[in-house]
């Protein structure tokens, strides 16, 4: 099995196999349908549906890269909604660039927000933006740099469990507070919106919004192979041992927190284009993204889809936006309730998230056994951290 | 110079000596007492102002209660025809008395009673003028309070009266507070340069911003140069001597952060700490508690009102009860099936603080709700070193305290202790000692959550009451526990207070922002050194 | 496994319920979306202002709806989440069908909101005061523009009766309302010859609970010799925790007044004003205001909520004047087409609370009275300063240089929010 190419393994699983396919017939016909039929055909898809589901494929992309660290090498990450907004804020700044004097007050060089707080000329921080490929670059270069620097830190200190995601929590929570800082030049808790175009292209037009759909959607699918790639490698099976016996996989003389800093680079990486592809579809990037109780949604995407599965963090995105959105609109007063139930219900009854196989019977099976333990007393409760 | 008010100044004076002097109290003038009286129902604040120096002028001994009652706002006209009078609390009911004679007015009913309206400006002219009153009042407290009101009005026309009021003294704080404003007028108003000098050496010896800030004045003012000089050299001795007061002000500041945070995260010392469910809906049960200190509030507010100040009082018990029962439910229904599973109470217990969240919003409405400080937790110490030590916060410092210290003593020397240790520790060995492990993991977590409960209710004392107030603090409290250490109340304790106070100590810096910032970045790189926290567990446990 | 099903089956029942009540619409209604948060850290605020257009709902429904046909509210939960906005505002124009939305708290919201209902040419009543600078085609701004309410609000402070205030601190939320505001003022105060040695001022996050190390830096700058006054812009939930500060440190409103633009009489609602007496705020609109129409709003409000402890503030007289005049538009143009009821908007005139009467200008913002009130100890405010009529509300501030340049009017020959000379057309 191990040696056979990528493509022939995924062609086994039913689970993968469907939903890749469904992703790519997505990818051309959503954008298709909205194209290219008229607005009264039964199966026109409204432009406001295409923008949605866009934004639920970058969620999907972004639960992707949480299960990579988290799933299958037992990183709980609570900040990796830093890597997103820090992707989203390069392609904001682009974005923002490309604005050029439309904005209000007509200043060619300086974006609105820098204009009324009386900003004279453009922080070094943003030369470069105004181009589209160094925009790119840094979508990537950022957030892998920072998760680089801090897993290179946290790692080879050693820093694990809750340790490690608390401080990752500190990470995305220090940056919330920076980036709310109007002298930051980042506009503060308005953030960066109005954007107009991407390379001339203008954002509210129905083509830009299928493309970026198209764009999304083949992104998911890129990096789910790019996981899938990763975790069947035989540096894959080195990440699963330390998620499953760290001591003992250094012990067996692997340089553990060079594995660690690997994939949680790939992974912020992964993050980042996610938040890239989000920025344009939404229409503003703001400090809220950097926000801790964001960075603990995104784990609990993974969570009810099911971790260590890559398939399951893709399902867990799309079904809980889905859900927030539906209720949002339809129960906008108990909403909460509804998704808080989710969430315990899924805990309780579904251990392995939704994509566990016999999911429901299971997770009933394994809450018998459960009950059986309670009732008669003996050891249930050592169990380690990622099992 | 000598102005229209500044002439009335002097009449005030003048009159209060004499009427002292005299010892008399008879009232020469009745009715011109009455008919000041009824000028302050005036149209505008031009004319009540001039009306309280008239009332103040008539030098009547009920021109006080009147004047005072009139800041306090127990002054009403009656609506028919704008007869002045005073509200009065007599039992449970507010009966209205005409100030001229005292006497209860009894065809006013209480909503045809209007109450005579004042702004800052007005506030500000009776303080000083009640304050010039009150200076040779029997009160030794009304008389420091005057004497620091003369100092704060700075006047050079009630230095006279000042002067009586200093030889008559014998209270020896109340007199250094009146030397205090003699010196202060003779500093900024006298010709005479030994005066001034004189004056400068006393006001020297105080240790007070405001004074620091009239030396400033006069020693950028002043044309005579040896004053000039003097004044200069006292600033810097009072300004040397406020900077260690200073320092002593972050430091309490910082301490009461500390108290704060300890408070929020004790209880997730036991929750997370001691049991290891990653308790997201930690924050709601110290919501709970908060909101439970407004329901007893409320209900003795509206059964018995004379009790308010114990009203913390019950509610502490109240809420540890409250949401310790709802922490057995939590336990007993959701938590008991994830032992073993950490990072899933993570997601269970993040969906209950959503749905606990709406629950609140859904019964007591998404606003505010008020929650009074009683009155032995209002105002502060106030030292004329420019130190406050507010009494919320002190009760607060020695209530976090007194939490951590009984939580010590419940975990150290109880039973029930010593079974929840065990059962932490070694969970197989515990339970065949016969140990219930089940009813102590449901009775430790209610323990935790009863603590969160209990800090909700002194964080009703200086913050929002509302469905958000969990949210507030559950990051804060995470990184408490586990810059300290989880697992060790000790760590929490040092952790609490260490961020504190290095919080505050950055604040003035770096600002409210940065300093935070900067204290994060310092957790994250503290972890790298001690990468289990400042009080690392040692043994088996800590590779769970 | 038994409680399992019990659960389950309540869950259900409740998800039934909820359901079948939205199920139930009619046919042919005028819809009205509601964009307010109902969730999340804005929820504290905005929930109150979903009630208000619940009510005049109510109220117009009674009245026999609009154009002959009923309204019908469409209420979602943007939840406090920024992108959210934009999206719940697609949502509602493009699935919901809604004629015009009344919505947003926060200038952020309001921002994420803006391309899309401009896209869609909808219609945003935002009633909420912020800093200006804005003119948007497709939004009505019913709250104050900074001319309404700070500037009022400073030059009550420098007067007479206000205590004749000589150095200014500038406390506010590191946002973009209280950033403008304050640039303005200082920009103001130069101009009355109060330099920048004598202003403080200091920004703090959403939400700060900590306050002591402020409060006694203000009070050490208090301590100068000058009457020293405090503008507050500090947003929603700080306020509590810096008033309880305020007041147990023991700063008095005559030492220190403090004039506050974010706070009315829902955020007192949750204190205990006795302390606080005679700080100030700035507003068009106060629950204490003796007017006939004032008083007959309070009670249909008090009656609509079921609970007679309950406030009003000046977002919900924003909220009601936004309402009214967008009704009285739709009559006026007899329909509810965006681009109609636009040009029956502007000069419509409709009572204020406040016993005047509110105008749309052109520039899409209200002429509002500008109210200055003391805190009582009742948690109500004492109107102790009026300004003599209406001041126009001005999109883009006189006192920034980049903004002083440029005009709003939707009308001919401008037809431009933000234009140095006139377009003659719509582009």
């Given at each position: 099995?191990?040696?056979?190419?990528?493509?022939?393994?995924?062609?086994?699983?039913?689970?993968?196999?469907?939903?890749?396919?469904?992703?790519?017939?997505?990818?051309?016909?959503?954008?298709?349908?909205?194209?290219?039929?008229?607005?009264?055909?039964?199966?026109?898809?409204?432009?406001?549906?295409?923008?949605?589901?866009?934004?639920?494929?970058?969620?999907?992309?972004?639960?992707?890269?949480?299960?990579?660290?988290?799933?299958?090498?037992?990183?709980?990450?609570?900040?990796?909604?830093?890597?997103?907004?820090?992707?989203?804020?390069?392609?904001?700044?682009?974005?923002?660039?490309?604005?050029?004097?439309?904005?209000?007050?007509?200043?060619?060089?300086?974006?609105?927000?820098?204009?009324?707080?009386?900003?004279?000329?453009?922080?070094?921080?943003?030369?470069?933006?105004?181009?589209?490929?160094?925009?790119?670059?840094?979508?990537?270069?950022?957030?892998?740099?920072?998760?680089?620097?801090?897993?290179?830190?946290?790692?080879?200190?050693?820093?694990?469990?809750?340790?490690?995601?608390?401080?990752?929590?500190?990470?995305?929570?220090?940056?919330?507070?920076?980036?709310?800082?109007?002298?930051?030049?980042?506009?503060?808790?308005?953030?960066?919106?109005?954007?107009?175009?991407?390379?001339?292209?203008?954002?509210?037009?129905?083509?830009?919004?299928?493309?970026?759909?198209?764009?999304?959607?083949?992104?998911?699918?890129?990096?789910?192979?790019?996981?899938?790639?990763?975790?069947?490698?035989?540096?894959?099976?080195?990440?699963?041992?330390?998620?499953?016996?760290?001591?003992?996989?250094?012990?067996?003389?692997?340089?553990?927190?060079?594995?660690?800093?690997?994939?949680?680079?790939?992974?912020?990486?992964?993050?980042?284009?996610?938040?890239?592809?989000?920025?344009?579809?939404?229409?503003?990037?703001?400090?809220?993204?950097?926000?801790?109780?964001?960075?603990?949604?995104?784990?609990?995407?993974?969570?009810?889809?099911?971790?260590?599965?890559?398939?399951?963090?893709?399902?867990?995105?799309?079904?809980?936006?889905?859900?927030?959105?539906?209720?949002?609109?339809?129960?906008?007063?108990?909403?909460?309730?509804?998704?808080?139930?989710?969430?315990?219900?899924?805990?309780?009854?579904?251990?392995?998230?939704?994509?566990?196989?016999?999911?429901?019977?299971?997770?009933?099976?394994?809450?018998?056994?459960?009950?059986?333990?309670?009732?008669?007393?003996?050891?249930?409760?050592?169990?380690?951290?990622?099992? | 110079?000598?102005?229209?008010?500044?002439?009335?100044?002097?009449?005030?004076?003048?009159?209060?000596?004499?009427?002292?002097?005299?010892?008399?109290?008879?009232?020469?003038?009745?009715?011109?007492?009455?008919?000041?009286?009824?000028?302050?129902?005036?149209?505008?604040?031009?004319?009540?102002?001039?009306?309280?120096?008239a009332l103040s002028a008539t030098g009547d001994e009920r021109?006080?209660?009147?004047?005072?009652?009139?800041?306090?706002?127990?002054?009403?006209?009656?609506?028919?025809?704008?007869?002045?009078?005073?509200?009065?609390?007599?039992?449970?009911?507010?009966?209205?008395?005409?100030?001229?004679?005292?006497?209860?007015?009894?065809?006013?009913?209480?909503?045809?009673?209007?109450?005579?309206?004042?702004?800052?400006?007005?506030?500000?002219?009776?303080?000083?003028?009640?304050?010039?009153?009150?200076?040779?009042?029997?009160?030794?407290?009304?008389?420091?309070?005057?004497?620091?009101?003369?100092?704060?009005?700075?006047?050079?026309?009630?230095?006279?009266?000042?002067?009586?009021?200093?030889?008559?003294?014998?209270?020896?704080?109340?007199?250094?507070?009146?030397?205090?404003?003699?010196?202060?007028?003779?500093?900024?108003?006298?010709?005479?340069?030994?005066?001034?000098?004189?004056?400068?050496?006393?006001?020297?010896?105080?240790?007070?911003?405001?004074?620091?800030?009239?030396?400033?004045?006069?020693?950028?003012?002043?044309?005579?140069?040896?004053?000039?000089?003097?004044?200069?050299?006292?600033?810097?001795?009072?300004?040397?001597?406020?900077?260690?007061?200073?320092?002593?002000?972050?430091?309490?500041?910082?301490?009461?952060?500390?108290?704060?945070?300890?408070?929020?995260?004790?209880?997730?010392?036991?929750?997370?700490?001691?049991?290891?469910?990653?308790?997201?809906?930690?924050?709601?049960?110290?919501?709970?508690?908060?909101?439970?200190?407004?329901?007893?509030?409320?209900?003795?507010?509206?059964?018995?009102?004379?009790?308010?100040?114990?009203?913390?009082?019950?509610?502490?018990?109240?809420?540890?009860?409250?949401?310790?029962?709802?922490?057995?439910?939590?336990?007993?229904?959701?938590?008991?099936?994830?032992?073993?599973?950490?990072?899933?109470?993570?997601?269970?217990?993040?969906?209950?603080?959503?749905?606990?969240?709406?629950?609140?919003?859904?019964?007591?409405?998404?606003?505010?709700?008020?929650?009074?400080?009683?009155?032995?937790?209002?105002?502060?110490?106030?030292?004329?070193?420019?130190?406050?030590?507010?009494?919320?916060?002190?009760?607060?410092?020695?209530?976090?305290?007194?939490?951590?210290?009984?939580?010590?003593?419940?975990?150290?020397?109880?039973?029930?202790?010593?079974?929840?240790?065990?059962?932490?520790?070694?969970?197989?060995?515990?339970?065949?000692?016969?140990?219930?492990?089940?009813?102590?993991?449901?009775?430790?977590?209610?323990?935790?959550?009863?603590?969160?409960?209990?800090?909700?209710?002194?964080?009703?004392?200086?913050?929002?009451?509302?469905?958000?107030?969990?949210?507030?603090?559950?990051?804060?409290?995470?990184?408490?526990?586990?810059?300290?250490?989880?697992?060790?109340?000790?760590?929490?304790?040092?952790?609490?207070?260490?961020?504190?106070?290095?919080?505050?100590?950055?604040?003035?810096?770096?600002?409210?922002?940065?300093?935070?910032?900067?204290?994060?970045?310092?957790?994250?790189?503290?972890?790298?050194?001690?990468?289990?926290?400042?009080?690392?567990?040692?043994?088996?446990?800590?590779?769970? | 496994?038994?409680?399992?099903?019990?659960?389950?089956?309540?869950?259900?029942?409740?998800?039934?319920?909820?359901?079948?009540?939205?199920?139930?619409?009619?046919?042919?209604?005028?819809?009205?979306?509601?964009?307010?948060?109902?969730?999340?850290?804005?929820?504290?605020?905005?929930?109150?202002?979903?009630?208000?257009?619940?009510?005049?709902?109510?109220?117009?429904?009674?009245?026999?709806?609009?154009?002959?046909?009923?309204?019908?509210?469409?209420?979602?939960?943007?939840?406090?989440?920024?992108?959210?906005?934009?999206?719940?505002?697609?949502?509602?124009i493009e699935k919901n069908n809604v004629d015009v939305i009344?919505?947003?708290?926060?200038?952020?919201?309001?921002?994420?909101?803006?391309?899309?209902?401009?896209?869609?040419?909808?219609?945003?009543?935002?009633?909420?005061?912020?800093?200006?600078?804005?003119?948007?085609?497709?939004?009505?701004?019913?709250?104050?523009?900074?001319?309404?309410?700070?500037?009022?609000?400073?030059?009550?402070?420098?007067?007479?009766?206000?205590?004749?205030?000589?150095?200014?601190?500038?406390?506010?939320?590191?946002?973009?309302?209280?950033?403008?505001?304050?640039?303005?003022?200082?920009?103001?105060?130069?101009?009355?010859?109060?330099?920048?040695?004598?202003?403080?001022?200091?920004?703090?996050?959403?939400?700060?609970?900590?306050?002591?190390?402020?409060?006694?830096?203000?009070?050490?700058?208090?301590?100068?010799?000058?009457?020293?006054?405090?503008?507050?812009?500090?947003?929603?939930?700080?306020?509590?925790?810096?008033?309880?500060?305020?007041?147990?440190?023991?700063?008095?409103?005559?030492?220190?007044?403090?004039?506050?633009?974010?706070?009315?009489?829902?955020?007192?609602?949750?204190?205990?004003?006795?302390?606080?007496?005679?700080?100030?705020?700035?507003?068009n609109y106060f629950m204490s205001v003796d007017a006939p129409?004032?008083?007959?709003?309070?009670?249909?409000?008090?009656?609509?909520?079921?609970?007679?402890?309950?406030?009003?503030?000046?977002?919900?007289?924003?909220?009601?004047?936004?309402?009214?005049?967008?009704?009285?538009?739709?009559?006026?143009?007899?329909?509810?087409?965006?681009?109609?009821?636009?040009?029956?908007?502007?000069?419509?005139?409709?009572?204020?609370?406040?016993?005047?009467?509110?105008?749309?200008?052109?520039?899409?913002?209200?002429?509002?009275?500008?109210?200055?009130?003391?805190?009582?100890?009742?948690?109500?405010?004492?109107?102790?300063?009026?300004?003599?009529?209406?001041?126009?509300?001005?999109?883009?501030?006189?006192?920034?240089?980049?903004?002083?340049?440029?005009?709003?009017?939707?009308?001919?020959?401008?037809?431009?929010?933000?234009?140095?000379?006139?377009?003659?057309?719509?582009?």
């Amino acid at each position: 099995m191990t040696h056979q190419p990528l493509l022939l393994r995924i062609v086994k699983e039913p689970m993968a196999v469907s939903l890749l396919s469904v992703l790519i017939l997505a990818a051309f016909l959503v954008p298709m349908l909205n194209l290219m039929l008229p607005s009264d055909s039964a199966f026109h898809v409204p432009s406001y549906v295409v923008t949605l589901l866009g934004k639920y494929l970058t969620y999907a992309l972004l639960a992707l890269s949480v299960d990579l660290v988290w799933g299958y090498c037992g990183i709980l990450s609570l900040g990796h909604g830093a890597f997103f907004a820090l992707g989203g804020y390069a392609m904001g700044m682009y974005m923002m660039r490309q604005i050029g004097d439309r904005g209000v007050y007509g200043n060619a060089e300086l974006p609105d927000f820098m204009v009324f707080l009386n900003w004279q000329e453009l922080p070094w921080y943003w030369y470069g933006f105004d181009s589209f490929g160094f925009a790119m670059l840094m979508v990537v270069l950022v957030p892998g740099l920072l998760a680089f620097v801090f897993g290179w830190f946290a790692f080879r200190s050693r820093v694990t469990g809750v340790y490690l995601s608390i401080i990752t929590q500190a990470m995305t929570y220090a940056l919330l507070l920076a980036f709310f800082r109007n002298d930051m030049g980042f506009g503060g808790n308005n953030g960066l919106t109005d954007f107009k175009d991407i390379l001339g292209f203008g954002l509210q037009t129905d083509g830009m919004r299928a493309t970026l759909f198209f764009l999304s959607a083949m992104a998911v699918v890129t990096g789910y192979l790019v996981c899938r790639f990763i975790v069947d490698s035989r540096l894959g099976r080195v990440i699963v041992a330390i998620r499953d016996a760290e001591s003992r996989t250094r012990f067996l003389g692997y340089r553990v927190e060079y594995y660690k800093l690997f994939v949680f680079t790939v992974s912020a990486v992964l993050a980042g284009i996610a938040g890239a592809l989000y920025v344009p579809q939404v229409g503003i990037i703001n400090p809220s993204e950097f926000s801790p109780a964001n960075s603990i949604e995104i784990v609990i995407w993974v969570a009810l889809g099911g971790r260590g599965s890559l398939t399951g963090p893709i399902i867990g995105a799309l079904v809980v936006n889905y859900a927030k959105s539906y209720f949002t609109g339809a129960l906008p007063e108990v909403w909460l309730f509804m998704l808080g139930g989710l969430f315990i219900f899924s805990t309780l009854f579904l251990p392995k998230g939704l994509v566990g196989t016999k999911a429901i019977s299971d997770a009933f099976e394994e809450q018998r056994l459960r009950l059986a333990k309670f009732l008669r007393p003996y050891d249930y409760a050592e169990g380690g951290e990622g099992r | 110079m000598l102005s229209k008010t500044l002439a009335m100044r002097w009449l005030v004076v003048l009159s209060v000596f004499i009427g002292l002097g005299f010892g008399s109290s008879t009232p020469a003038h009745a009715d011109e007492f009455s008919d000041a009286v009824q000028a302050l129902n005036a149209d505008n604040n031009t004319d009540k102002a001039a009306a309280i120096e008239a009332l103040s002028a008539t030098g009547d001994e009920r021109a006080a209660t009147v004047l005072s009652a009139l800041l306090n706002g127990t002054l009403f006209y009656r609506q028919s025809d704008g007869l002045v009078v005073l509200s009065k609390e007599s039992g449970n009911v507010t009966i209205l008395i005409d100030p001229s004679t005292m006497n209860e007015v009894a065809d006013v009913s209480g909503s045809e009673a209007k109450k005579i309206r004042i702004n800052n400006k007005l506030r500000g002219q009776l303080k000083g003028v009640l304050g010039a009153l009150t200076l040779l009042s029997k009160d030794a407290d009304k008389r420091q309070n005057a004497a620091d009101e003369v100092f704060k009005a700075n006047d050079p026309s009630m230095l006279p009266v000042l002067q009586k009021a200093i030889a008559r003294e014998s209270d020896p704080d109340v007199k250094g507070r009146m030397l205090r404003a003699q010196a202060a007028i003779i500093l900024e108003y006298s010709e005479d340069t030994a005066a001034r000098l004189k004056a400068a050496q006393t006001l020297g010896e105080f240790t007070d911003p405001d004074i620091s800030a009239l030396l400033g004045k006069i020693a950028n003012t002043s044309t005579d140069p040896e004053v000039k000089k003097l004044a200069k050299d006292m600033q810097d001795s009072v300004e040397g001597r406020l900077a260690a007061w200073s320092f002593l002000g972050n430091l309490f500041q910082g301490v009461s952060l500390g108290s704060v945070l300890l408070l929020a995260a004790v209880g997730l010392a036991i929750t997370f700490g001691v049991m290891g469910v990653i308790n997201m809906a930690h924050g709601e049960m110290v919501m709970l508690g908060a909101y439970t200190t407004f329901m007893v509030q409320d209900v003795i507010r509206t059964h018995f009102p004379a009790a308010f100040d114990w009203s913390l009082a019950i509610a502490v018990p109240a809420a540890f009860l409250v949401t310790g029962a709802v922490g057995i439910l939590v336990e007993r229904g959701i938590i008991r099936w994830l032992y073993g599973r950490p990072l899933e109470t993570l997601l269970a217990t993040w969906g209950l603080s959503l749905m606990l969240q709406q629950l609140i919003r859904t019964l007591f409405g998404p606003t505010n709700q008020e929650v009074g400080n009683p009155s032995w937790m209002s105002g502060a110490i106030e030292t004329s070193t420019g130190l406050v030590l507010t009494y919320n916060r002190i009760w607060i410092i020695v209530f976090s305290l007194a939490v951590l210290g009984m939580l010590a003593l419940v975990t150290r020397k109880t039973m029930f202790g010593l079974q929840m240790r065990a059962v932490t520790q070694n969970r197989a060995m515990a339970n065949s000692m016969g140990i219930r492990s089940g009813w102590v993991d449901a009775l430790t977590f209610a323990l935790g959550s009863g603590i969160a409960g209990m800090a909700g209710v002194a964080l009703s004392q200086i913050d929002n009451v509302s469905p958000n107030l969990g949210q507030t603090y559950i990051i804060d409290s995470f990184m408490v526990v586990v810059f300290g250490g989880v697992g060790n109340l000790w760590g929490t304790l040092v952790g609490a207070f260490s961020l504190g106070i290095v919080n505050k100590f950055l604040e003035p810096y770096a600002g409210a922002v940065l300093g935070k910032i900067f204290v994060l970045v310092g957790i994250i790189l503290f972890i790298q050194k001690r990468p289990r926290g400042l009080f690392a567990l040692k043994g088996r446990s800590v590779e769970g | 496994m038994k409680k399992t099903m019990k659960i389950l089956a309540g869950a259900g029942a409740i998800a039934a319920s909820v359901l079948t009540a939205t199920a139930a619409q009619a046919a042919d209604t005028i819809k009205v979306g509601v964009l307010h948060s109902l969730s999340g850290t804005m929820a504290i605020s905005e929930t109150t202002l979903k009630d208000t257009v619940l009510m005049m709902i109510d109220e117009q429904n009674k009245k026999g709806g609009l154009l002959g046909k009923k309204l019908e509210a469409v209420v979602v939960d943007p939840a406090s989440n920024w992108p959210l906005f934009a999206e719940k505002t697609r949502e509602l124009i493009e699935k919901n069908n809604v004629d015009v939305i009344f919505g947003c708290w926060t200038s952020v919201s309001r921002k994420s909101v803006l391309p899309v209902i401009e896209e869609l040419n909808g219609m945003l009543f935002y009633p909420v005061q912020y800093e200006g600078e804005e003119s948007s085609r497709n939004v009505f701004y019913t709250g104050a523009a900074p001319n309404q309410q700070a500037i009022p609000a400073v030059d009550y402070l420098l007067s007479k009766d206000g205590g004749e205030a000589k150095r200014i601190v500038l406390l506010g939320t590191d946002y973009v309302y209280p950033r403008t505001t304050n640039k303005i003022l200082r920009s103001y105060l130069h101009s009355k010859g109060i330099m920048d040695a004598d202003i403080m001022e200091n920004y703090t996050p959403f939400g700060h609970s900590d306050w002591q190390t402020i409060v006694a830096d203000v009070k050490k700058f208090a301590s100068a010799g000058k009457k020293t006054a405090v503008v507050s812009t500090i947003n929603g939930d700080a306020n509590v925790p810096f008033y309880k500060e305020l007041g147990n440190q023991g700063i008095k409103a005559e030492d220190i007044p403090v004039v506050a633009f974010s706070v009315g009489e829902e955020e007192l609602a949750g204190l205990d004003t006795k302390p606080l007496v005679g700080h100030l705020a700035a507003w068009n609109y106060f629950m204490s205001v003796d007017a006939p129409a004032n008083a007959s709003f309070i009670k249909t409000w008090k009656t609509f909520i079921k609970d007679d402890k309950r406030v009003t503030n000046d977002p919900m007289e924003a909220t009601y004047i936004g309402f009214k005049m967008w009704t009285q538009a739709v009559e006026q143009a007899g329909s509810t087409d965006v681009d109609a009821v636009r040009q029956a908007m502007y000069g419509q005139t409709v009572k204020n609370l406040t016993g005047g009467t509110a105008v749309m200008n052109t520039n899409h913002h209200l002429s509002k009275p500008v109210l200055i009130g003391e805190i009582q100890d009742d948690g109500q405010f004492d109107i102790v300063w009026k300004t003599d009529g209406e001041v126009v509300g001005d999109a883009w501030s006189d006192f920034l240089p980049e903004s002083a340049k440029l005009t709003a009017d939707w009308t001919f020959p401008w037809v431009c929010g933000n234009c140095e000379k006139p377009l003659y057309a719509a582009q």
